[in-house]
């Protein structure tokens, strides 16, 4: 079954930036859309990145676009997203999510079906 493990995740300081990795596992003919998720404590979780199986199409929620950038590196089975300028408000846990052929840009939850467990992000 298909398996999601992030990392990179850590602190920063306001402006600073931070790399995440999305390692996926077991079933590459299960994933073509893939996605970055976030949860702040209190809050619910939110869909701010995605991006198809060929990298052509990328979607950013307005409140990452300009400051955050989706990619994936096939051969590598890695998904990545790049933030930079980070604000507080970024703080929170990021998961990586996957699904088959459907609408990438869908950023919900019930859009996509394999998760990983996360990876603390926080910005003080």
């Known amino acids: 079954h298909v398996q999601l493990v992030e990392s990179g995740g850590g602190s920063v300081e306001p402006g600073g930036s931070l790399r995440l990795s999305c390692a996926s596992s077991?079933?590459?003919?299960?994933?073509?859309?893939m996605a970055w998720f976030r949860q702040a404590p209190g809050k619910e979780r939110e869909g701010i990145a995605a991006?198809?199986?060929?990298?052509?199409?990328?979607w950013h929620d307005a409140s990452v676009a300009g400051r955050f950038t989706i990619s994936r590196d096939n051969a590598k089975n890695t998904l990545y997203l790049q933030m930079n300028r980070l604000e507080p408000d970024d703080t929170a846990i990021y998961y990586c999510?996957?699904?088959?052929?459907?609408?990438?840009?869908?950023?919900?939850?019930?859009?996509?079906?394999?998760w990983g467990r996360g990876t603390q992000v926080t910005v003080s």
């Open positions: 999510a996957a699904r088959g052929r459907g609408q990438c840009g869908t950023l919900t939850t019930r859009n996509y079906i394999h």
């Open positions: 077991g079933g590459d003919s299960e994933i073509y859309c």
């Open positions: 991006i198809n199986r060929g990298a052509g199409m990328t």
